[in-house]
């Protein structure tokens, strides 16, 4: 349950109610093994532990929630490609574009050959590329990264999300 409300809390800012809640199944015993489940609470925490300020409680998550979908192979490949967004935002809080440049990367080669019902992160990732190499002033890679980002979002009909990239070339 915690992986359908977590867009809830984040997009409704309530990040301590999402934190808590994420905190608490991650205390259970039944918590401790390296499920998908347990992956999925730890990118909770993190999002909404991140959304609150503390970024390194956020990247020790992030990188363990990796860790785990990476050892449960194709069922965890969504989320480590999910997960890298979190490391590229992390980095670009600190300032490094190109950390955030080779996370997204990554998050992109993970992706490789991703479900259709996973597109969605694969235009995700284009669209954080394109918002990096922006602010890396690289605007001939970031339009080729935002174009990619808004035709996955129109291919797989997702109007909300098409207008990330929209914004970004903009």
């Known amino acids: 349950i915690l992986g359908a409300l977590h867009w809830f809390w984040w997009s ?9 809640w994420a905190l608490q199944f991650l205390a259970q015993p039944e918590a401790q093994a390296r499920t998908l489940g347990r992956a999925q609470a730890l990118d909770v925490a993190g999002d909404c532990i991140g959304e609150l300020g503390d970024f390194v409680t956020y990247e020790v998550y992030c990188r363990e929630s990796i860790a785990i979908a990476r050892e ?17 935002y992390i980095s670009g809080a600190a300032g490094d574009g190109s950390e955030a ?15 259709a019902r996973d597109q969605w992160i694969v235009g995700w990732l284009h669209d954080q ?14 339009y080729e990264h935002f174009e990619q980002s808004l035709g996955i979002f129109r291919a797989i009909g997702d109007r909300y999300m098409s207008i990330q990239p929209l914004g970004g070339l903009g």
């Open 72 to 88: 449960l192979g194709e069922a965890g490949q969504w989320l480590v490609g999910y997960q890298f967004i979190d490391i590229a």
């Open 129 to 142: 590329l394109g918002r990096t190499f922006t602010r890396l002033e690289d605007y001939g890679r970031a």
């Open 12 to 20: 409704k800012g309530y990040w301590t109610e999402g934190r808590d």
């Open 101 to 115: 440049r080779e996370a997204l990367e990554e998050g992109l080669r993970v992706m490789g050959g991703a479900q």
